[in-house]
């Protein structure tokens, strides 16, 4: 009897401290969704009546432009159960919690004269609050465009943690005509597609145009000699100058290092073609590389410091880094297939590729030492990605087969999701993203 | 009568009788089945595969391709040269005295004027009995991506983490139901799928269907009791909760929480955590989030707090710590999260601790 | 009488060598044309049939040469062809050539570009090493960006991964 009674007490003894716990409870959470955000763009309020159509434009760039990511969905406008109609009144959070409104974005604009004013406030509606401060953009009325996608960076930026990348343009080459002769001349636009201007005429081929790092100037390949040469461009002026122009050689495949002093380019003389820099300003030429292999589209880190580029120097197109200045190089690519057109990302972590296997081509990010190899596409001829200004998206050109083939612009983000067409005028190649504008 | 006569008699009519009715007293031999098997074309036994009833799944089912098969054209007007099977090898017989010399390979003999050379069957040639299982079964692409696949809702379904059907006011009901519009979760894979990727099933040639369709998926993401997937775990929790006589509800602090109540209010924030829009950054970042919970399971806003962070800078904790934030105000429903109320004083300071690690590779 | 012969048979002479059109050379500039990517064509090239006519040359000797794929080294029929074009080159002295060189379309475009040059110049480096002098050719490269057929098959791929040589009238050395 006694035994029993000691035992229970024993028993309980061990249980109660375990169930006397008076900590916090802790769980670990490791598993999420990806989904896109719900997000509710009003209409902009117009502070005078010539304001009202100027605030339903700007609230339509914004939403497409936050749509266009893949990471927002908007809530449509007939789902609203309270309006926006004054901007410095409170929210009635409830209001947009009903609709699962996370994300909330007002804005106020005014007209007047050539100037076009826009004010606005991102809130986090479950959490009852704003989320950072309000903001304001002045501008041209011409630029209202503009001034919805600097808008947008601001929303985008605040809810994602990201840089933005609308308020940029693109410089690429609109073709038209059958694919036997093709048309081909430069073009700048809009990363959505508007405002596009025409900085060459048709008479030529032109390849390849490529921004400089802040969108000043752009260098591109010309046949208007009759042979491929490299050319600058200044985008303000839209005058051009040859860079280099030596009798029996082609020049091709040019880029700009990040301080815009020195352009690196492909050099072919003879059966030979390797890579070469040239200083701008004084013209003084280096050569980086020397093989007897094909070296050609070079690519330098955002900080200046190396070059990445394709060779065929082991039998079949690969990927090597090397210093600025020439030196050693490593090869980083090692899947099964060919590997070109290699670009580093802004963000410096990543680096943007076509690839070739087994018939079909595909584009592909890996890190810089070539290790997490990721294809993002598939398709008869994809080629030539492009970095947004926030190193998140890619543009690329895609091709369809046989004899009414075109090529068109699209753009995918980089875990691989939203692959959408970029729409162009005509036909489109060979984009290159410029920067943030300021 | 002359006895002869009768024997006579009675022996021709029992002969006549046997050979006229015996055979009603013979049984039937058993019925057994035998399979015949003839050589068809690769287009017919193609054609034998389409047109059984596909299962109903989510994942694509890809159709083998139909093995081609290499006949001697001979063989084939001859259906009574077929060898029955009961083993897939089936040696070739020579039936003309030419034939041996060639080696029995699998490799059909190419006809030098032999015209009854026999085919040796090769082992593709029957209907493949064991399923070709591909490497990865890769899921279609889908804009949302959970921990559990979700099949695509019904077209005028709101997308909500909890599925309500449209419930209508009723006039001659007692109790007036709240007007509800249909719900349902929205459609789901467990992964990113990039166009490089095709969506595959894990199959890549299927057995002959069977008659009955499986069952469909689960369509309920969030509910309120233990999950059936935790539900093993949950169980052996209980039963050791119950041996260290967890049940007595006179101890003032009540038993631990077990794990398949964690697991729960787990699974309910994490359907509200969304990843999609955190920055590069953000992702390397893990945070933990500490508040206090009212007896009715609903957060207090205000005492929610980032408790630590690791990884990351801090613009990417602090995004982390927003959307972590944000996950645990917009799960809490309607009623509050579903913790036992006699437990209380177990769950009402909580820390969450989120780590979006196996949220980057996907 | 012996005078008047003379002078007859002279004048006869001097009016035959006028018979040459002065003209000839103006047409061949069309061949120039190559250089801007619309290819020789067949017009203004003189007759066929003149076997000193750019005609000629693109027809009965064979302007281009076909690679395999990913390749620049020439093929026996390459080779043949080449050696018809060394020939004539060396016949006709006052031709210079640009050889062009073609990639197909399963290529990145700088690439291309750099394949087409080698392309181009395997052909002129055989033409070299058969005595045609080094400062009558000239190396272009269009990578994929002008093909001659598109129909995007290995049959319209085979064609367009060439090397044509295209020519230019004009003083050579």
Redesign the interface.
């Given at each position: 009897m006694m035994v029993r009674v000691l035992f229970v007490i024993l028993v309980w003894l061990g249980v109660a401290p375990a169930v006397a716990q008076t900590g916090p409870l802790r769980i670990e959470i490791t598993e999420g969704v990806i989904e896109p955000l719900p997000v509710a763009i009003p209409d902009l309020v117009a502070e005078t009546a010539r304001s009202v159509q100027m605030g339903q434009q700007i609230a339509r760039v914004i939403a497409a432009d936050l749509t266009g990511t893949g990471l927002f969905r908007e809530v449509p406008s007939s789902a609203f159960i309270s309006q926006i109609n004054d901007f410095s009144a409170a929210v009635q959070y409830a209001d947009w919690k009903a609709i699962n409104a996370q994300a909330l974005v007002t804005g106020a604009v005014r007209v007047q004269g050539g100037q076009v004013r826009v004010q606005f406030r991102v809130y986090d509606v479950f959490s009852g609050a704003e989320l950072g401060d309000g903001l304001q953009f002045v501008g041209a009325s011409d630029g209202w465009r503009r001034i919805a996608h600097k808008v947008a960076d601001a929303v985008y930026s605040r809810i994602t943690g990201e840089g933005g990348y609308f308020d940029s343009r693109v410089v690429f080459v609109s073709e038209s005509g059958p694919k036997s002769e093709r048309r081909k001349r430069l073009a700048v636009m809009d990363y959505d597609g508007a405002n596009v201007q025409y900085l060459t005429d048709s008479d030529a081929i032109v390849l390849a145009p490529r921004f400089s790092a802040n969108g000043d100037r752009v260098l591109y390949t010309s046949y208007e000699t009759g042979f491929p040469r490299i050319y600058v461009l200044d985008v303000g002026s839209v005058q051009r100058k040859v860079l280099e122009s030596q009798q029996g050689t082609m020049s091709f495949a040019p880029r700009f290092a990040p301080d815009g002093r020195t352009v690196v380019y492909s050099l072919s003389q003879g059966s030979n073609t390797d890579i070469y820099s040239m200083n701008i300003a004084s013209g003084a030429t280096s050569r980086l590389t020397r093989a007897p292999s094909i070296e050609t589209a070079p690519s330098f880190s955002p900080d200046g410091a190396r070059i990445v580029y394709e060779s065929d120097r082991s039998g079949t197109q690969q990927l090597y880094v090397m210093p600025a200045n020439g030196g050693e190089a490593r090869r980083i690519s090692f899947g099964d297939g060919r590997y070109g057109t290699p670009v580093w990302s802004p963000r410096g972590d990543l680096i943007a590729f076509t690839k070739q296997s087994k018939g079909r081509f595909h584009i592909g990010v890996m890190r810089n030492d070539g290790s997490e190899e990721r294809l993002l596409t598939a398709s008869f001829l994809d080629e030539g990605p492009s970095w947004s200004p926030n190193g998140r998206v890619i543009m690329f050109t895609r091709e369809t087969q046989g004899v009414a083939g075109r090529s068109t612009l699209y753009s995918v983000d980089i875990t691989g999701r939203n692959l959408r067409p970029v729409r162009t005028p005509e036909g489109g190649s060979d984009p290159s993203w410029g920067p943030l504008q300021p | 009568m002359n006895t002869g006569l009768i024997i006579s008699g009675i022996g021709h009519a029992s002969l006549i009788g046997w050979v006229l009715f015996g055979g009603a007293f013979q049984s039937e031999p058993l019925p057994f089945e035998v399979t015949e098997v003839s050589m068809i074309s690769s287009d017919a036994f193609e054609a034998l595969l389409t047109t059984g009833p596909q299962p109903d799944t989510v994942t694509e089912v890809v159709l083998p391709a139909a093995p081609t098969v290499d006949l001697d054209p001979v063989a084939t007007s001859q259906p009574d040269q077929t060898i029955a099977t009961d083993a897939p090898q089936v040696s070739p017989e020579p039936v003309s005295e030419i034939v041996p010399a060639k080696s029995p390979s699998p490799v059909p003999p190419v006809p030098e004027g032999i015209d009854t050379a026999p085919v040796a069957l090769q082992p593709q040639d029957f209907a493949t009995l064991v399923p070709d299982v591909g490497a990865r079964p890769i899921p279609r692409p889908s804009?949302?991506?959970?921990?559990l696949a979700v099949a695509p809702p019904p077209p005028e379904a709101?997308?909500?983490p909890v599925e309500r059907d449209q419930v209508t006011q009723q006039d001659e009901a007692e109790t007036p139901a709240q007007e509800q519009e249909t719900t349902a979760p929205?459609e789901?894979a467990t992964e990113?799928?990039?166009?490089?990727?095709?969506p595959s099933g894990a199959l890549r040639s299927s057995l002959r269907p069977p008659s009955r369709r499986p069952a469909p998926p689960t369509r309920t993401v969030e509910t309120p009791d233990p999950p059936a997937a935790a539900a093993t775990q949950a169980v052996v929790n209980d039963a050791l909760r119950e041996a260290?006589?967890?049940t007595a509800p006179d101890?003032p602090?009540?038993?631990?929480?077990s794990a398949g109540e964690?697991d729960a209010?787990?699974v309910a924030?994490?359907?509200?955590?969304?990843?999609?829009?955190?920055?590069?950054?953000?992702l390397l970042t893990t945070v933990t989030v500490?508040f206090d919970m009212s007896r009715k399971g609903r957060p207090v806003?205000s005492t929610m707090r980032m408790i630590s962070s690791s990884g990351g800078s801090a613009?990417?904790a602090?995004?982390a710590y927003?959307t972590a934030?944000?996950?645990i105000?917009?799960c809490t429903g309607q009623n509050g999260y579903q913790l036992p109320i006699e437990k209380y004083?177990?769950?009402k300071?909580?820390?969450?601790?989120?780590?979006?690690?196996?949220?980057r590779i996907? | 009488m012996k005078l008047k012969t003379s002078i007859v048979m002279l004048s006869a002479v001097l009016s035959l060598v006028a018979c040459t059109d002065p003209n000839r050379f103006d047409n061949l500039d069309g061949a120039g044309s190559g250089l801007f990517g619309r290819g020789a064509d067949g017009s203004g090239l003189g007759s066929a049939s003149d076997p000193a006519s750019a005609a000629y040359f693109q027809q009965a000797v064979g302007d281009r040469v076909l690679f395999l794929v990913d390749q620049s080294s020439l093929t026996v029929a390459a080779r043949a062809t080449l050696d018809w074009q060394a020939e004539w080159l060396l016949t006709n002295t006052d031709y210079t050539a640009v050889i062009e060189g073609h990639a197909d379309e399963q290529g990145t475009r700088e690439y291309n570009l750099a394949l087409g040059a080698r392309r181009a110049d395997a052909a002129r480096a055989y033409l070299v090493s058969k005595g045609v002098p080094s400062g009558r050719l000239q190396v272009l490269s269009y990578g994929k960006e002008r093909p001659t057929e598109v129909c995007s098959q290995e049959t319209c791929y085979a064609k367009n991964r060439r090397a044509v040589t295209v020519l230019t009238a004009g003083l050579s050395g």
């Open positions: - | 804009e949302r991506v959970a921990p709101l997308p909500d929205q789901a990113i799928v990039t166009e490089a990727e095709e260290l006589g967890g101890v602090l009540g038993p631990p929480l964690k209010l787990r924030v994490s359907v509200c955590w969304n990843v999609g829009s955190l920055s590069s950054e953000a500490g806003v613009a990417g602090k995004q927003e934030r944000r996950a105000i917009r004083d177990q769950w300071q909580i820390e969450i601790t989120f780590n979006p690690e196996r949220m996907k | -």
